[in-house]
C-alpha cells in the first residue's frame, strides 16, 4: 500500500499542474488520486528539484559545491583569471566578481544534457538559482561569458545565442574591450595569441580530411570543423571566396594555425552575397 501511494506522489511531484486528493473510504482507509472527490483534501506538494549550496568560486564558468563536485557551466565560457598557473585574460576577474554575487546566498540546482562531464572529470550543466534565474545565460546576456556550444550539448542553445546577439549588440562587458575586436587572421603568424579571439580572413577553399573539414583561409592558417557536426552547418560552400570572423581559440602545430569549430554560429560571413 505505502508502494502504491508512493507512486502516486511522485507522479503527481512530476506533473507539475497535477493536485494530489486524500480522503478516506468506508474502511476509514486514506485514499489517494489526481481527481477531486467529495470530501477529498487537497495535499500541496513541491516540485521535485534538487537544490546545492556553492561552496567555491573559482572563475565565472566553474564552481565546487559543498559535496565537493565540480561544476562547469554548460555552452558558456568566461575569460580566465590569473593564478599561479594560468595567465589571466581580460575580462576574467569582473566575470568571476558577477557569478559570485549572483550566486550569494541562493541554492542552485543543476540542469544536464547529454554530456554530463568533461574531459576534467568536471560536471556539465547548466545552473538555476531557486527563483528561477539561468545563470549560464544571464552571464551571456550581460556580456562577461560568451556562447560557447558544444554539440550534442543543445538544450538552451538558441536562447544562449540570443543573449549573445544582444549583449554584442549592446557592446556589454567583453564585447565593449578593444581586447576582443576582431583582427586579420595573419596575426596568428607573427603573434602568439593566447584564449578566445575573433580573426577575419577569406576562405579560399575546402579541404575533407578523415574525421575533419578544413576551411582554408592559407595553407597554413585553416578552422577545422568535425565531420560529426557538419549536419548543423549549412553548405560549406558559401563560406567560399567570403570573408568570415572565426570566433574560438587559436591553436599551433608546427608553422600552422588553427581554430577548432564546432557550432556554425563561431563562423560569421561579413561581405553581402555576391
Not at 71 to 87: C, D, S
Not at 250 to 269: E, F, N, Q, T, Y
Request: charged share 25%; hydrophobic share 40%; net charge positive.
Amino acid at each position: 500500500m505505502r508502494k502504491v501511494i508512493f507512486c502516486i506522489l511522485w507522479l503527481c511531484v512530476l506533473k507539475a499542474s497535477a493536485a494530489v486528493y486524500q480522503w478516506r473510504g468506508p474502511d476509514g482507509q486514506p485514499h489517494y488520486g489526481d481527481r477531486p472527490v467529495p470530501g477529498a483534501n487537497t495535499l500541496s506538494l513541491k516540485p521535485g528539484f534538487s537544490y546545492y549550496l556553492v561552496g567555491h568560486i573559482f572563475d565565472g564558468d566553474t564552481v565546487e559545491l559543498v559535496d565537493g563536485r565540480r561544476v562547469r557551466l554548460l555552452n558558456v565560457n568566461t575569460p580566465e583569471v590569473e593564478t599561479p598557473r594560468k595567465r589571466g585574460e581580460p575580462g576574467g576577474e569582473e566575470a568571476k566578481r558577477r557569478i559570485q554575487t549572483l550566486l550569494k546566498g541562493h541554492r542552485i540546482r543543476l540542469v544536464y544534457d547529454v554530456e554530463r562531464r568533461d574531459k576534467y572529470d568536471r560536471t556539465l550543466a547548466h545552473l538555476f538559482t531557486e527563483d528561477g534565474v539561468h545563470i549560464n545565460r544571464l552571464l551571456v546576456e550581460e556580456g562577461w561569458a560568451i556562447a560557447n556550444i558544444h554539440p550534442p550539448n543543445l538544450k538552451y542553445a538558441k536562447k544562449i545565442l540570443a543573449a549573445q546577439a544582444e549583449a554584442e549588440q549592446a557592446g556589454r562587458g567583453i564585447w565593449g574591450m578593444g581586447d576582443y575586436a576582431p583582427q586579420p587572421i595573419e596575426t596568428l603568424r607573427r603573434k602568439r595569441l593566447y584564449g578566445w579571439h575573433r580573426l577575419v580572413g577569406e576562405v579560399l577553399q575546402i579541404k575533407a580530411m578523415r574525421k575533419y573539414v578544413r576551411l582554408l583561409f592559407a595553407a597554413d592558417l585553416y578552422v577545422v570543423i568535425p565531420k560529426a557536426n557538419l549536419t548543423l552547418f549549412p553548405d560549406l560552400d558559401a563560406y567560399v571566396g567570403r570573408r568570415v570572423e572565426v570566433r574560438g581559440w587559436p591553436g599551433r602545430r608546427g608553422r600552422s594555425h588553427s581554430i577548432l569549430v564546432r557550432h556554425p554560429d563561431a563562423l560569421r560571413i561579413l561581405d553581402p552575397a555576391p
